[in-house]
Every structure is written in structure tokens, then in C-alpha cells.
């Protein structure tokens, strides 16, 4: 027997499967303008999407959040605009459908097409940042996917009201209300129902800390897009120029600490620990960055402190740094692959062939050469927006935007041909 | 606490992932003189490896095995030379990794290229064939993949005997021991170990028949590249010329029985049923295929039998077919992604508007446009080879050849930059 909330959640799962269908064929002219009249709700919305917020603020701190959580949770007038402005941004995009991803023709006649097509049906779930129903459900609109939403208790109203709007956009210019949906609940048990909902869900993308996206892993019957840790690292090479590596470092560690591209491990060579150990390393703690070391480290400016085994495998997302000394890019390498979580890792170096070695030995999904691992992002990378970042090997890697929400079919165009044999 | 499997299978994976390091970092030159190799030490030992396949048939007509399993099971002098040559095919193959997917620069002079480069460690789980050893580690070894095989235990002698073979053929050529190792029991606590194996194993390719594919489906806490039924249409539309129609349909149906692209459902156009569906029928019924059919397909053939709800989903794999009316076009993609197993597709039809609705519209890893669905193949697609065909949306879908047996990574090469605010 299902339980009331299998049967619910069943029920979204076979609406969005019919709203995924008819979205596949709907022209990009019409989605974009679709997430344009959303974009246009949202901004006629505002106040009521305010107070709806202000209401949720008004729990969030009786129940005694923490002041970051609530920094998650807090919509102003500019955060409202910014919403509706990202939905016209990926409006803009180029139609990720349709294109052909290759095209060969046999040896008798027929025509074979890779085409890309939506994935389908995207489960979101997320935390208290309620902006993300904007903008999680303007990628996959765009991508002719539908959507279901599940955000997190403390944002509940707030993005609720913010999927009326945008609904009411998409609807306006005809597109099926199922699109998006919003789980109707915030009991837990509709979580465990949605992972399980794989008829329904072609892919599942958590948005949210470590614990959301761990128990997600845990539970899910549905591919995911997710990263769970970004244990990114910069090494330093003997070839490289020390006042670009410290320009590097510093950014890569300290322009946000709080994001997954963020720095957490720097490695520097050997072969230069002599010359570039101690100025990284005191720039480092005159920047306010609190730097866990090895004896090499420990040795080079007494301010640092020793580093544990746990150290590199933690991402601090925070104004602390773990640092060590390693054998030219062999060793970078190995320490990555052994201790890092597959995200995105930088060398800086002017040896080429140093680089190249960097390059192709780091399995990450990203690796940088001469440039700051905060770089790793969609925007960044020139993919308009991104849903997240995704450290699996599985069809999308890196930076997922609306391209890597879609996937393919082949199309073969004959004039009876029959197979022989 | 571990049991001794989880121990031995554990051991198995941090193997693979070592040598899958290494073969990363291998020219496909290397690769594929290793497959070359390969494919000597094969034919070398074929008269052992016709020893070994005795035992295991001995054992097999001992357990009372069906002919059909007797069949796959067995291997002659012309199979092991099969083998051989597949191999070679494979190392002819172009080389998947390296490959530049993409490459764009960014405003601030980063280069970013989107690069091919291997999954991993693939498991393959396989049934009664013993040639899929061959075939399925060949196919890894190209793509500089590692691999961990587990065969059926009717061929277990077999396999190991190939697998021998082919270890020693990689490693004359410097390739590691470990990039294709045979879990080395029949046990089946093994499979659910190796189903676990998430930190080693990238992805699962399992091979075999439908109780093995759900069964991994079931257990499998890793990503799988898989189809576990070919419910495959054939939709004649009002605008078909009849004598191609046929011709299709008696090969996508009456070819081959047993593959997973024959036709097991026959959709006519109501539109055309009058003059098509009678001549359709009896082609069949002739040709010695039973036909369980609607009230229309009842009426134009005696000799049909009624067909019950069951028989639009199943999956005969022999010499049956279901048969029905609908309403054009519509009407059979609405059956076809209701009913069908999203694998393979065909239309017959001179009206290029009904066709392209028809490939548009079915949710299938493959739809083709007069031809017949038994091209649902990587050989005959021009792949070269394939580990399978796979119905899942994620990353592979159709046939999975080396190119599929591949994902990619960024890397950015850039002077210094650092992300700006």
C-alpha cells in the first residue's frame, strides 16, 4: 500500500511527465517568452512575494536561525529583481534543443542525427534560499524540461509564492501549469518519496549543504547532478612566477571563502619551497587566513599551525587553508587524486610541459592552469547560468547549465532500408 | 564489518582505480597494439580456451541447461577467432580519448576546452557468453577504461581462460596487469558487493537477460548503462507505401526474433487500415510469426488471435507480434511512449510532416524513418562495436561504443587570472 504522501507525490511525478512531453515540442520562442511573463509576474508580485518572505523570516527567527541561514532566507526589493532578471538573462540564452550534435550518413543511405532533446522531468531539492525556484525552474523551462520543486521548510511560503508568479507567467503564454510544481508538503517523508519516484524523475539536482546532498546520494534511485565537496587545490610549480602565484592563491582561497570553487589545500613544489613557500604562506596569515602546514609550512612562518590528517580532506569554506610541500606535479597529482573531491584544481607554472602534466594527471572536473580555481562556475565559464556543479563523470561535469540539461536521440532517416543477414 | 567478499571485491576496485589512473595517461597507440596483442595470445590459446569451454559444457549439460543457454555457451574454433578479430577491429578504431569537444575563449583570455577523457573503472556483469569477456574489456581497453568483470558462472572456466589470455597480450605491451581483472568467484554475494563498489566503479554495464538487468537495477548503487527490454514499434501511416511497408516489417520483425530492435508491436493507421492492415497480417501469419491483434486486426486475418492488455507490453523476443489500429500519427506516438521501452522506433511513410512528427515525438533512444528497427546496433550504426544499448537519458543512450564508454573534463589555460568581485 502507498502512503497518502507516495500517492501525492506519484501523482506530481505523472502530471510532470505530461507537461515534460508536450514541452518537448514547444519552440524556444515560446519558452523564452514564457520565462519573460514570468519574469514579468514576479516583478508584479513583489510585494506579495515580500510579505510572504517577511513572514518566513518572522519563523525562521523565533526558532532561533543562525544569521547566515538568514541571510539565505532574506529577499529585498533588489534580490526580487534580481530573480526576474535572471529569468530574462536565460530567456536569452541560445535554444539548447534541436541542435545536432552529429550527423553521418551509411554506407546504405540512411542518414544518422544525434539531436538534442530534454532530459525530461528535473527534481530539484534545495534548501532556504528561495530564489533558487526562480532560477532552477528558468533552466529547465528553457531546456523544455518540467520541473519539481522541493525547498526547505524555513523558505516554504516564500517560494511557493514565488512558483505562483512564475507559473502564471508560463501559463499566460500558454505553456502546460504543470511545468513546475512545487511538493505541496514539507513533511520529510515527501523527500524519501521524490528520490524514489524514478518513472517519473529522469535526473535529480540537490541544492544545499553537505548533509541535504549526502543523504540525497544515500537515498536516491534517480541520477543526480551534484557535487558533494569542492576540496579544490592550487599548486605551485617551481617554473612558476611568484607574484602570479601569489595573486592566484590569494584569489582562489580568499575572494569568497564560502564557495564550493574556493581553494582549500595549497601544494607547492619542492623545488621552490625555498623561495615560495614563505611569502605565500605570510600572505596568506596577513590576509587573515588561518594556514594548517606541514613542518615545511610550520617552519616557514611560525604563525602557521600544524596541519592533521583530517585537514586534507576538509573543505573549511572559511578563512583556512591547508598547506604542504609536495614533489614537483607527480606529487601535486597524486595528493589531489588521493585527497581531493574531483571538483576543480589549478597549477601555476610557466612550463609547459609541467601544465600539461597538471592537465591531463588531475581527474577533476575542472583544472586550471595559471588562473584561480574560483573560476569554476557557469558564468564564468560563459554557460549563461548554471543549476550547479556536478564532480560526477556521468553526462554532465563541471558547470550545468542548460546544455547539460538536455540529452540526445539518434534519428535515422532511411528509404527502406531493411538490416541484411 | 566487512565480510571476505566485500574485503576481496574492495581489493579488486582499488586495483582497477590505480591501473585506470595509469591507462588514462596511455597513447592510444599503446592501447590498441595491447588489444593487438590481446588478440594473438587468443588465438594462441585457443585450443586452451576450447578445453576450459568443454568443462564448463560438460557442467552445463550435467545442470540440464537449454539449448539456447547450451548455444551461447559454447565456443568453436570460428568463435574464438571471432573473438580475435573483434579485438583487432577495436584497436582500428579511432582513438576516443583527447578528443576536443569544445573550446572557446573568454573575455578575459582564459582558454576553456571541453576534452574526452576515459570514465574510469566499468564493471561489466555478464550471463553465459563468454565472448563478452573479450569483447566487453576490448572495448574498455580502447577507451582507457579499467575493468572488472563478472561472468555467469556456467562459463566461468571459459572466461578466465580468455581473460588469461588477453591479460598477457596487455602486459607484453606494458599495459597493467589490473586493467581487466575477473572477480575470482562465482559467489553471488560478489555481485551485491560489487553493485556497492561506488568509490571505485565509475559505471555498470550489466549484459544478459531481463531477471540479471532488474536485478542490478534493483541493487545497483552505481550508475548503469542499460536497457532491460526492447519494446520496439513499427507504425505503418496512411501515406506508406505498401510494398516497403512491407518489407520492413517482415525484417524488423522476422530477421531475428531474439535481439533487442526486433519490432514487437505492429501500429497501422486507421486512416489506411482498410487497404494496409489485411496484407500486413497475413505477410506475417505466412511468414510463420503468430499475430495477437485488436477487433480490426481480428477481422482482417482468421488466422490472428485476440490480444490481451499484456501483450502491448511485452517483450516476445520470437516469433509474435501485437498488432493494432490507431489514430495517425498521434495515435502511435501516444501508444508508443505509453506502452514502449523507449529503446527503438520506426515509421513507414512517404509524408515527410507525419514522419518528422513521429521522430519528434517518441521519447526513444532511437526513431527511424523508413527503415527497419533492427539497425538498433553500434556495428550497424558505423560505432564499430558495442558494450550494449542503453534506454537510460543520462550521458550514453542507443548504442554504447567507445566514444560512449568516454567522459570529458575541462581545462582552462589562462596568464593569471583571477575571478574579479
Not at 544569521?67 to 530574462?88: F, Y
Request: hydrophobic share 45%; net charge negative; proline share 4%.
Amino acid at each position: 500500500m502507498m502512503s497518502d504522501i507516495e500517492t501525492m507525490m506519484t501523482e506530481l511525478g505523472r502530471r510532470a511527465r505530461g507537461a515534460a512531453r508536450a514541452l518537448a515540442l514547444v519552440p524556444d520562442k515560446t519558452r523564452s517568452n514564457g520565462l519573460r511573463a514570468a519574469a514579468q509576474a514576479i516583478r508584479i508580485d513583489a510585494r506579495h512575494i515580500a510579505a510572504a518572505n517577511a513572514q518566513d523570516m518572522e519563523a525562521a527567527e523565533a526558532k532561533g536561525l543562525s544569521g547566515a541561514m538568514l541571510d539565505r532566507l532574506r529577499l529585498d526589493a533588489g534580490r526580487i529583481e534580481a530573480m526576474a532578471k535572471g529569468l530574462e538573462d536565460i530567456a536569452h540564452l541560445p535554444d539548447p534543443l534541436g541542435r545536432t550534435l552529429a550527423e553521418w550518413t551509411r554506407p546504405n543511405g540512411m542518414v544518422i542525427s544525434r539531436v538534442a532533446v530534454p532530459l525530461g522531468v528535473i527534481g530539484i531539492i534545495y534548501e532556504s534560499r528561495p530564489n533558487v525556484t526562480a532560477d532552477a525552474a528558468g533552466l529547465c523551462i528553457k531546456s523544455g524540461n518540467a520541473t519539481i520543486l522541493r525547498g526547505g521548510s524555513e523558505s516554504f511560503h516564500t517560494s511557493r509564492t514565488i512558483m505562483t508568479a512564475l507559473v502564471g507567467g508560463l501559463t499566460a503564454v500558454g505553456l502546460p501549469a504543470e511545468a513546475v510544481q512545487m511538493v505541496p508538503t514539507t513533511d520529510r517523508e515527501a523527500v524519501g518519496a521524490m528520490l524514489r519516484l524514478s518513472d517519473y524523475i529522469d535526473v535529480i539536482v540537490p541544492r544545499g549543504g553537505k548533509s541535504l546532498v549526502a543523504r540525497v546520494v544515500e537515498e536516491s534511485r534517480i541520477p543526480l547532478f551534484q557535487h558533494l565537496e569542492g576540496i579544490c587545490h592550487t599548486y605551485v610549480d617551481a617554473a612558476a612566477d611568484l607574484e602570479m602565484a601569489k595573486t592566484i592563491v590569494l584569489n582562489a582561497k580568499m575572494r569568497r571563502t564560502g564557495i564550493c570553487g574556493a581553494t582549500e589545500t595549497l601544494l607547492v613544489d619542492r623545488a621552490c619551497a625555498s623561495t615560495h613557500l614563505q611569502p605565500l604562506v605570510a600572505m596568506l596569515i596577513d590576509a587573515g587566513c588561518e594556514v594548517r602546514g606541514d613542518e615545511a609550512v610550520l617552519a616557514a612562518d611560525p604563525r602557521a599551525v600544524p596541519a592533521s590528517e583530517e585537514d586534507w580532506i576538509t573543505e573549511y569554506l572559511d578563512a583556512v587553508i591547508s598547506a604542504k610541500v609536495v614533489d614537483g606535479v607527480a606529487g601535486a597529482v597524486d595528493h589531489v587524486n588521493t585527497h581531493g573531491s574531483h571538483h576543480t584544481e589549478a597549477i601555476v607554472t610557466e612550463d609547459a610541459a609541467a601544465a600539461e602534466a597538471f592537465l591531463q594527471g588531475c581527474d577533476s572536473a575542472i583544472v586550471l592552469w595559471n588562473a584561480s580555481t574560483q573560476f569554476a562556475d557557469g558564468g564564468e565559464f560563459g554557460m549563461g547560468a548554471e543549476i550547479g556543479i556536478s564532480t560526477g563523470k556521468m553526462h554532465a561535469r563541471g558547470p550545468v547549465g542548460v546544455e547539460q540539461l538536455t540529452t540526445f536521440k539518434y534519428l535515422v532517416r532511411g528509404s527502406g532500408q531493411v538490416r541484411p543477414g
